[in-house]
Antibody
Framework: QLQLQESGPGLVKPSETLSLSCSVS??????????WGWIRQPPGKGLEWIGS???????YYNPSLKSRVTISVDTSENQFSLKLTSVTAADTAVYYC?????????????WGQGTLVTVSS | EIVMTQSPATLSVSPGERATLSCRAS??????LAWYQQKPGQAPRLLIY???TRATGIPARFSGSGSGTEFTLTISGLQSEDFAVYYC????????FGQGTKLEIK
């Protein structure tokens, strides 16, 4: 059974870099059948796609965040990661990682439980 | 950026009845439209992709329709577990979500 688990600091200071990882179990991240994505949700608000990556490392990002985002993949650890630089309070959100099957049009078919990241001094 | 607008913001329906949720795109997204359900404290769950294809394990009471800029999610015979927030998402150009429709018990 596929499981995704986000991990990383729950509190980040303004202007610093937010770093999260997503560990994948129950499936191999090294498959051309999937992309792997990050989505966030500010408290009480809607969803925002951050970016996605393939097992080969090809990444693409939300244009509104592109200048601050880097997503990378580590096939040896079966995980992928998110870095968001120069954070502000507006980056406070629950951050989710998710699988994107090619067979399902690369929509988000399996999600992690999410991790709350608060940006505050 | 393609803006997705959902209506209504809140929909009150009685159990056993039908709910109809709408989603409009600011420009055509063809059939590249998905629907998700989210319950409090949980991650979203994929219901529909390709505007009308049910995801694995999704009951037949959930159906999607539409193409271009106008889409509808219909839930027939509402059950207690269906009351949640529903989001549409386009993936024709990058990915953007609607602001959500809260389906509440009438």
């Amino acid at each position: 059974q596929l499981q995704l688990q986000e991990s990383g600091p729950g509190l980040v200071k303004p202007s610093e870099t937010l770093s999260l990882s997503c560990s994948v179990s129950g499936d191999s991240i090294s498959s051309s059948s999937y992309l792997w994505g990050w989505i966030r949700q500010p408290p009480g608000k809607g969803l925002e796609w951050i970016g996605s990556i393939s097992y080969s490392g090809s990444a693409y990002y939300n244009p509104s965040l592109k200048s601050r985002v880097t997503i990378s993949v580590d096939t040896s650890e079966n995980q992928f990661s998110l870095k968001l630089t120069s954070v502000t309070a507006a980056d406070t959100a629950v951050y989710y990682c998710a699988r994107q099957p090619v067979a399902a049009d690369k929509t988000f078919d399996c999600w992690g439980q999410g991790t709350l990241v608060t940006v505050s001094s | 950026e393609i803006v997705m607008t959902q209506s209504p913001a809140t929909l009150s329906v009685s159990p056993g009845e039908r709910a109809t949720l709408s989603c409009r795109a600011s420009q055509s997204v063809n059939s590249n439209l998905a629907w998700y359900q989210q319950k409090p404290g949980q991650a979203p769950r994929l219901l529909i992709y390709g505007a009308s294809t049910r995801a694995t394990g999704i009951p037949a009471r959930f159906s999607g329709s539409g193409s271009g800029t106008e889409f509808t999610l219909t839930i027939s015979g509402l059950q207690s577990e269906d009351f949640a927030v529903y989001y549409c998402q386009q993936y024709n150009t990058w990915r953007t979500f609607g602001q959500g429709t809260k389906l509440e018990i009438k």
